[in-house]
């Protein structure tokens, strides 16, 4: 390995170069989980660098009104950093922050970490088998080994309507929440009814004059069936740990079950369904907002959403949903297809993330000379969604195909934790410096997962969803099966699988 060289100061001039084993780009689950397994193995030259202030990746730049996770928190954190301290069964953007920073503060990140530190490009230097990265600020950095935590939940997605540009009233998408915006009394328009939407429109439709509530698609929501966690039961998970583990181990086999109805059990999807068509008859008694609201495509077609306050505030007498398509936006209204107009004085885009585009906005190009954007350009690949031939010493955390629509995406995560872990062992023990996937090794996985795909909810249930790349319609984003397959596919690390160069 490398001398073990970590920059104390997050201040480096352009002209300056740190060399480091392996960089890490991102400081979210992905980054944080990466750094805190390398420092328990005893590699201690790397660096996490991460373009914002603070720590968190999506749970720090997402901070609207009502922001909360969709899984039970906990499942939703690291095995390996149980916490007891959860107030409520499913938590809320603070709290999994403050979560995420104990996480730094008791695995001494801190040294590890850069911020506010953009990550640019990066290219693969054949000759020293290094990979010599530029930040957004110009400080370069030499990596042995690149990975990205970079996720796919970052970069907003804004829709193509005419005139957006031409709005007068303050505008902002909701991961990019303006607090300065006082919305008491305003005429809001909401654009999107997605995970995010559902869960700020309840808390901003009490305070607002008028929203209306834009909906291209309805979503199938199930009861979320939150609650507080007692200081009591609180109190239980600190002394009796087992607890806390034997929790854990029911909401993950409670998530797990739901797969099957994604993958091909029409009896447990049909079972969903009456169960999400139950949820909307019971808190909307409109027959016609009812309907409305109805998805007309099968149940994980698209992200099922969980919600318990969203139907009510559809119920307010100052909430309007507008079914009807948008032909334009203006100046101070929104007009729609049906020649309609309603006058806006603020306009909140719930539209979601570009999350088939990953790596957006930045270039990494490999051997050869290959960027991979363009070695992606007919398909987004990725061997067991983590390494990709003609790339080097470059691995992927949450790459492509490795995303969840039934249980806890941190599961992944930790599995290609585990995986990465074991490559940079291996290469360490055999004394090589170079570690890339086989082509054909990688084809093949991809071929693999394709054929399976075909018979998922996902391309048959009758929708078009962000799983879909937007170009080819193929689902580029979702596992095509449960947790437990993708842990025991990435158990451990094939040789064969590889080829290397000391």
């Known amino acids: 390995m490398m001398p073990n060289i970590i920059p104390n100061s997050p201040n480096v001039s352009a002209a300056d170069t740190t060399s480091v084993d392996v960089l890490i780009v991102g400081a979210g689950f992905s980054g944080l989980g990466m750094g805190i397994k390398l420092r328990e193995a005893g590699m201690n030259s790397f660096l996490i660098i991460e373009k914002s202030s603070d720590i968190g990746g999506t749970w720090w730049e997402n901070r609207y009104p009502g922001c909360a996770c969709d899984i039970p928190s906990h499942l939703y954190s690291f095995s390996f950093e149980p916490c007891a301290d959860w107030t409520r069964m499913y938590p809320g953007q603070q709290e999994i922050h403050d979560y995420l920073k104990r996480c730094v503060e008791r695995n001494l990140l801190a040294p590890h ?29 030499n990596a042995r080994v690149l990975i990205s935590g970079m996720g796919a939940l970052h970069v907003p997605s804004f829709p193509s309507i005419p005139g957006r540009d031409r709005f007068a009233g303050p505008s902002f998408h909701s991961s990019a929440w303006n607090y300065d915006v006082d919305l008491e009394g305003k005429r809001v328009a909401v654009i999107g009814t997605g995970a995010s939407a559902i869960q ?57 079950f739901r797969v099957f109805a994604f993958i091909g059990n029409q009896t447990l999807r049909k079972f969903f369904e009456k169960f999400g068509r139950a949820h909307l008859a019971r808190q909307v008694p409109d027959p016609k907002l009812q309907a409305a609201l109805a998805p007309n495509y099968q149940l994980g077609c698209k992200r099922i959403l969980v919600s318990d306050d969203f139907y009510p505030s559809l119920n307010r007498p100052n909430v309007e949903l507008v079914t009807g398509s948008i032909q334009e936006i203006r100046e101070h209204s929104i007009v729609t297809q049906d020649g309609a107009e309603r006058p806006v004085d603020v306009l909140i885009y719930g539209t979601g993330f570009r999350a088939t585009e990953p790596l957006i906005g930045s270039r990494i190009v490999g051997r050869s000379g290959v960027e991979i954007h363009d070695a992606w350009q007919k398909r987004m690949t990725a061997y067991l969604g983590i390494t990709v031939n003609d790339f080097p010493n470059f691995f992927i955390l949450l790459g492509p195909n490795t995303g969840l629509g039934h249980n806890s995406v941190v599961l992944m995560i930790e599995a290609q934790v585990r995986y990465v872990m074991d490559c940079l062992k291996l290469m360490k023990s055999r004394d090589q410096r170079v570690m890339e996937v086989r082509p054909e090794v990688q084809q093949g996985f991809v071929e693999g997962i394709y054929s399976r ?28 099966g449960s947790v437990v397959s993708y842990i025991r596919r990435t158990s451990s690390v094939s040789p064969s699988d590889y080829q290397f160069a000391p």
Not at 210 to 215: S, T
Not at 219 to 243: G, Y
């Open 113 to 141: 970490l850069r911020l506010n530190t953009a990550f640019k490009d990066a290219a693969w230097d054949e000759s020293a088998s290094l990979w010599r990265v530029t930040t957004a600020g110009g400080t370069r950095i």
């Open 200 to 256: 700020f429109v309840p808390q901003i439709a009490p305070r607002v004059g008028k929203l209306h509530l834009f909906q291209r698609t309805p979503a199938w929501i199930l009861p979320r069936m939150d609650f507080p966690l007692s200081e009591k039961w609180r109190n239980r998970f600190r002394r009796f740990p087992p607890l806390r583990w034997a929790l854990r181990q029911a909401l993950f086999w409670r998530q797990e």
């Open 453 to 480: 795909m075909g018979r998922t909810v996902w391309l048959s249930g009758g929708c078009h969803s962000w799983y879909q790349d937007q170009k080819t319609g193929e689902i580029t984003t979702l596992w095509p």
